[in-house]
């Protein structure tokens, strides 16, 4: 089993919906949590960063950390065309002062005008 | 401009030469990770530094090596690549290890 999984997709949703991007994770000792959006060609870039479980909100974007079901999701309000991007999700946990950073598989996703 | 600079962008080479891809960064940052990426499997660990002289293992480090002898360099190199190191590259850089900042990638083609 993966440490963390998550559904590649393809999503495909028409501009302006709501959409929901989520990932599971298998070890309660990860502590961060992390979304970053991968534009085609390019190096992820880090989206929302959550330490803790509950919601957290930038904007169009909420990230929902809910560590008793270790599920991690994504929502994206009013999706725009250049929302079109693979989004992953990432955990973090430090053991001993190493640090350990597992991504999800990433979901792609295209929003269509 | 705060940034991660790789290179090359793309390489293509053959079994067993041996090659560099050259990781840069310029924040100052203490921690610095190789990555691959592969269709399906996503971004996987390759080896990670927590700072200069400092490196240690991720998840996939078999064929690769790693070296920090100054803090904004972190190059991977492969002594003999093989057609399953085919595959995007990617270095990334951050001042905890949680918050990274990835280089534009490396495409590496083995044959």
């Known amino acids: 089993q993966k440490e963390v999984e998550q559904d590649p997709g393809p999503l495909s949703v028409p501009e302006g919906a709501i959409v929901s991007l989520n990932c599971t994770y298998s070890?309660?000792?990860?502590?961060?949590f992390m979304w970053y959006r991968q534009y085609s060609r390019k190096g992820p870039e880090l989206l929302m960063y959550?330490?803790?479980?509950g919601n957290k909100e930038d904007g169009r974007f909420t990230a929902q950390v809910d560590k008793s079901s270790k599920y991690i999701s994504l929502f994206i309000r009013d999706s725009q065309p250049s929302d079109s991007a693979t989004y992953l999700c990432?955990?973090?946990?430090?053991?001993?002062?190493?640090?350990?950073?597992?991504f999800g598989q990433g979901t792609r996703l295209t929003i269509n005008p | 401009e705060a940034q991660v600079t790789q290179n090359p962008r793309y390489l293509i080479t053959v079994t067993g030469k041996k090659l560099t891809v050259t990781c840069s960064q310029n924040?100052?940052?203490?921690?610095m990770s190789w990555y691959r990426q592969d269709p399906g499997l996503g971004l996987r660990q390759i080896y990670y530094?927590?700072?200069?002289?400092?490196?240690d293992k991720g998840d996939v480090p078999e064929g690769y090596k790693v070296s920090r002898k100054e803090k904004r360099n972190f190059p991977l190199i492969l002594e003999s690549p093989s057609p399953n190191q085919t595959s995007l590259y990617f270095c990334?850089?951050?001042?905890?290890?949680?918050?990274?900042?990835f280089g534009s990638g490396t495409q590496l083609s083995v044959l």
């Open positions: 530094s927590m700072n200069v002289e400092v490196t």
């Open positions: 959550t330490y803790s479980s």
């Open positions: 924040m100052n940052h203490e921690y």
């Open positions: 990432a955990t973090r946990l430090s053991i001993q002062g190493a640090q350990k950073l597992v």
């Open positions: 070890n309660s000792a990860f502590q961060y």
């Open positions: 990334a850089s951050s001042l905890t290890g949680a918050k990274l900042f």
